[in-house]
């Protein structure tokens, strides 16, 4: 089993930046690809990014690209998003998961920490 903790979310003003980390125990994260999700009110769980094992792989969201940025420190068993110029449609709850393949595709992923809201104002 692995446990996933999200942290670092809040309030921001568009235009502004924020740091998300997952914080892992239970397992190693070494051989998972990790991934990030979010949720808008009344709407689908979407994806946001993911990073392979060897974080030498990424993909990013049309959205997001060119302003998130998705990161592993394995030694530290965390993973962590940069979230810049960050824009009121970001808005979501926001929820860090592992998986054993390689997927934006939310069913696929097998473990989820419980998520942390990020409030974007206009």
């Known amino acids: 089993q692995v446990q996933l903790v999200e942290s670092g979310g809040g309030l921001v003003q568009a235009g502004g930046s924020l740091r998300l980390s997952c914080a892992a125990s239970?397992?190693?994260?070494?051989?998972?690809?990790m991934g990030w999700f979010r949720q808008a009110p009344g709407k689908e769980r979407e994806f946001v990014a993911w990073i392979a094992w060897s974080g030498g792989v990424v993909e990013y969201a049309e959205p997001v690209k060119g302003r998130f940025t998705i990161s592993r420190d394995d030694a530290k068993n965390t993973m962590y998003l940069q979230m810049n110029s960050l824009k009121p449609e970001d808005t979501a709850v926001y929820y860090c998961?592992?998986?054993?393949?390689?997927?934006?595709?939310?069913?696929?992923?097998?473990?989820w920490g419980q998520g942390t809201q990020i409030t974007v104002s206009s």
């Open positions: 998961a592992a998986a054993y393949v390689v997927s934006r595709v939310s069913s696929e992923y097998d473990y």
């Open positions: 239970g397992r190693t994260l070494t051989y998972f690809t």
